[in-house]
């Protein structure tokens, strides 16, 4: 017994110690580098025109991005967890490959494609229509890194709820729009939105697969992580971490809007 408790306090000991070295003291280095010198300068860095443009410009891919995978993984989950057919394993392979694959790899196989000697990219070109080094590839690229989040967690909810209310609702002469409005949309809902967090957190904080096809310059085509790059190497301290610090919040209002979600879940479900 006595091994037992000297055991868990050690376990208990290491883990908090790792947590800190990995997550803790960087975090703390990050916001004490930003306000170290004073929250003015902190307030002068997020006023210049390069930090509002790279703000603007992940706001506007989150916004196009999160609706299109929202409407994509309703319906594949919708798809996948109420039907069996050849192929579906597959299926289900392929709208897990974001997971697997680096979004370095990712943004290289899309500059590939959509360039302007690529497949799809050379009929573009012809066209006078600019994809990679754009807002297009870069709306593509955010697509593809974020497309699994909302059909994995409604796939999971749909298998969870059965299909014993939306068969009732059909015997009893409703339609598939009023079923899914009335029933399905309601149990899934709390699912969904976990999965929209999910999503347009990582549309946001993306920097692999956006910073190849996007060309990275600042003020154009730099989005907010691809700017706390740019103005590192450049060293422009302040803006660096006040930069760093606005994704940081970004995270911990995912994390805390992602535990309420998870409790009241939770509580809905006992």
């Not at 055991?7 to 975090?27: D, V």
């Not at 068969?167 to 709390?190: S, Y």
């Not at 699912?191 to 697969?209: H, K, S």
């Not at 994704?247 to 998870?262: G, H, N």
């Amino acid at each position: 017994m006595l091994l037992s408790k000297f055991s868990k306090t050690w376990l208990i000991a290491i883990a908090l110690i790792y947590l800190a070295l990995i997550i803790l003291i960087p975090t703390i280095t990050v916001f004490y580098e930003a306000f170290h010198k004073g929250v003015e300068p902190f307030l002068t860095s997020l006023q210049s025109p390069d930090f509002v443009a790279a703000v603007q410009l992940t706001v506007l891919i989150a916004l196009i991005t999160v609706p299109l995978n929202t409407v994509f993984g309703l319906c594949t989950a919708w798809v996948l967890a109420r039907n069996q057919f050849p192929g579906r394993a597959l299926f289900m392979s392929i709208v897990d490959l974001p997971f697997s694959i680096s979004p370095v790899v990712a943004g290289l196989m899309i500059v590939l494609l959509y360039g302007q000697k690529g497949w799809i990219g050379s009929w573009f070109h012809a066209k006078d229509i600019q994809l990679i080094f754009a807002l297009p590839g870069m709306v593509l690229a955010t697509i593809f890194v974020t497309l699994p989040f909302v059909a994995r967690e409604v796939i999971l909810v749909l298998e969870e709820m059965g299909t014993d209310q939306e068969e009732a609702a059909r015997t009893l002469g409703a339609k598939d729009w009023q079923i899914f409005w009335r029933i399905t949309l309601p149990n899934i809902r709390w699912g969904l939105l976990y999965g929209v967090l999910l999503t347009n957190a990582r549309a946001m904080g993306e920097f692999g697969a956006v910073s190849v096809v996007s060309g990275s310059i600042i003020g154009e085509t730099a989005t907010l992580p691809i700017f706390v790059e740019q103005a590192y190497k450049n060293y422009q301290t302040e803006a660096t971490f006040s930069a760093a610090v606005i994704l940081a919040l970004l995270a911990a209002v995912t994390l805390v809007v992602k535990e309420i979600l998870e409790r009241y879940t939770a509580r809905k479900a006992h």
